[in-house]
């Protein structure tokens, strides 16, 4: 594979362009229709230049392959990469604007029980480019015309973020850059299992993005039979990352809680939540499990979700339900991906 030029910080591309014997000034010219998600081969600028990029850098690193269109207006896509690897990303939309949901590894090896994205390990890490051009090629099919661009990312697609942590800061730095697409930091919302050590580093980077642990248990040990990360950081350490990320950003932090059958979603787990969270600037995000059928997990009812957060409500924690969309397009959390290998490799 050759070198990603999405990778590259507007400095970076500047220094590039007067190392290939350009003006600086091109480096300009360049940089706006690649934050525009236009190939290299499109982009309006000298073609000994193109030529020079197009024999170092791959003219497309992210396509993409299919999409899914639900009745609600969400779209699921899968993305292939210039080496012929499969992501998956979604775009939904809102009142307020265009949420992204953004993959940043190809699988993933933390091995959360309930998660498709993990099933076959980790592949790859995905370039701080291949990151940002999920996000390029999706507004570019909006920003033009009436309809609003992508408004806000969260790093909620296949990957843990902080396992890529370098990549994933390089991205945060390029989505956020003024003469980009130029993202606020607040519109954006990295999730991640709690690699304790490296949210302390993000907390220290002055990049006040949403912070979302995936807290799915109340314990160590249910955490531990669920989310093999919890045989390295407790509980309490996360909480202790968390308040620090708080006191360095401002943020209020959000905790994801997928309820699982048997597992998390009893009164006896909601008084323990009530516990654990009262009183700390954080909020709640209850989620209803997605079948993977790999995994032998049930979800609960809609009716029994609702339970759960009234008891999380009454017991004064901020909380809510995440509501389903684009469930009739199928998958969510890793399951488009291993879909759509399973389908190609029969
Ligand atoms: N690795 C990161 C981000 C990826 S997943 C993390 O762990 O946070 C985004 C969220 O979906 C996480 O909270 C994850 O635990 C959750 N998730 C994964 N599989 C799920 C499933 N089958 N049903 C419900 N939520 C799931």
Same mark, same amino acid.
């Given at each position: 594979?050759?070198?990603?030029?999405?990778?590259?910080?507007?400095?970076?591309?500047?220094?590039?362009?007067?190392?290939?014997?350009?003006?600086?000034?091109?480096?300009?010219?360049?940089?706006?229709?690649?934050?525009? !998600?236009?190939? =290299? %081969?499109?982009? $309006?600028?000298?073609?000994?230049?193109?030529?020079?990029?197009?024999?170092? *850098? +791959?003219?497309?690193?992210?396509?993409?392959?299919?999409?899914?269109?639900?009745?609600?207006?969400?779209?699921?896509?899968?993305?292939?990469?210039?080496?012929?690897?499969?992501?998956?990303?979604?775009?939904?939309?809102?009142?307020?604007?265009?949420?992204?949901?953004?993959?940043?590894?190809?699988?993933?090896?933390?091995?959360?029980?309930?998660?498709?994205?993990?099933?076959?390990?980790?592949?790859?890490?995905?370039?701080?480019?291949?990151?940002?051009?999920?996000?390029?090629?999706?507004?570019?099919?909006?920003?033009?015309?009436?309809?609003?661009?992508?408004?806000?990312?969260?790093?909620?697609?296949?990957?843990?973020?902080?396992?890529?942590?370098?990549?994933?800061?390089?991205?945060?730095?390029?989505?956020?850059?003024?003469? !980009?697409?130029? =993202? %606020?930091?607040? $519109?954006?919302?990295?999730?991640?299992?709690?690699?304790?050590?490296?949210? *302390? +580093?993000?907390?220290?980077?002055?990049?006040?993005?949403?912070?979302?642990?995936?807290?799915?248990?109340?314990?160590?040990?249910?955490?531990?039979?669920?989310?093999?990360?919890?045989?390295?950081?407790?509980?309490?350490?996360?909480?202790?990352?968390?308040?620090?990320?708080?006191?360095?950003?401002?943020?209020?932090?959000?905790?994801?809680?997928?309820?699982?059958?048997?597992?998390?979603?009893?009164?006896?787990?909601?008084?323990?939540?009530?516990?654990?969270?009262?009183?700390?600037?954080?909020?709640?995000?209850?989620?209803?499990?997605?079948?993977?059928?790999?995994?032998?997990?049930?979800?609960?009812?809609?009716?029994?979700?609702?339970?759960?957060?009234?008891?999380?409500?009454?017991?004064?924690?901020?909380?809510?339900?995440?509501?389903?969309?684009? %469930?009739?397009?199928?998958?969510?959390?890793?399951?488009?991906?291993?879909?759509?290998?399973?389908?190609?490799?029969?």
């Amino acid at each position: 594979m050759k070198d990603i030029l999405q990778d590259l910080s507007f400095e970076q591309l500047k220094n590039l362009v007067v190392e290939l014997g350009e003006k600086p000034f091109r480096a300009k010219q360049l940089y706006e229709g690649l934050m525009r !998600g236009k190939r =290299i %081969s499109d982009i $309006n600028v000298n073609p000994e230049l193109r030529q020079k990029l197009l024999e170092r *850098y +791959e003219d497309e690193p992210v396509k993409i392959e299919k999409t899914f269109f639900s009745s609600d207006g969400t779209e699921k896509y899968l993305f292939r990469l210039a080496d012929g690897n499969i992501i998956e990303g979604v775009l939904m939309k809102y009142k307020y604007g265009n949420t992204q949901c953004v993959s940043t590894q190809v699988g993933c090896r933390m091995g959360c029980k309930f998660c498709a994205s993990t099933l076959g390990g980790l592949v790859r890490n995905l370039t701080s480019g291949e990151i940002l051009c999920q996000v390029l090629v999706v507004n570019a099919m909006y920003a033009s015309g009436k309809e609003r661009g992508v408004t806000n990312v969260v790093l909620m697609g296949s990957g843990e973020p902080l396992d890529n942590y370098d990549c994933v800061l390089a991205f945060l730095k390029n989505v956020t850059a003024e003469g !980009g697409i130029n =993202i %606020s930091p607040r $519109n954006i919302s990295l999730s991640t299992c709690g690699l304790v050590p490296k949210i *302390y +580093e993000l907390a220290d980077q002055n990049m006040p993005v949403n912070l979302t642990i995936s807290l799915h248990q109340t314990t160590d040990e249910g955490r531990r039979r669920t989310m093999p990360i919890a045989n390295k950081y407790t509980i309490a350490e996360i909480l202790k990352a968390c308040e620090y990320y708080f006191k360095k950003t401002g943020r209020r932090y959000i905790f994801e809680y997928s309820l699982i059958a048997g597992e998390n979603c009893d009164k006896s787990h909601a008084d323990e939540l009530i516990q654990l969270l009262k009183g700390k600037p954080c909020h709640v995000n209850l989620i209803r499990l997605n079948e993977v059928k790999e995994r032998n997990l049930k979800p609960i009812t809609e009716k029994e979700a609702y339970r759960f957060l009234g008891l999380l409500e009454k017991g004064g924690l901020s909380a809510t339900l995440r509501r389903q969309i684009g %469930s009739d397009i199928g998958g969510a959390c890793g399951q488009l991906r291993a879909g759509y290998i399973k389908t190609n490799e029969e």
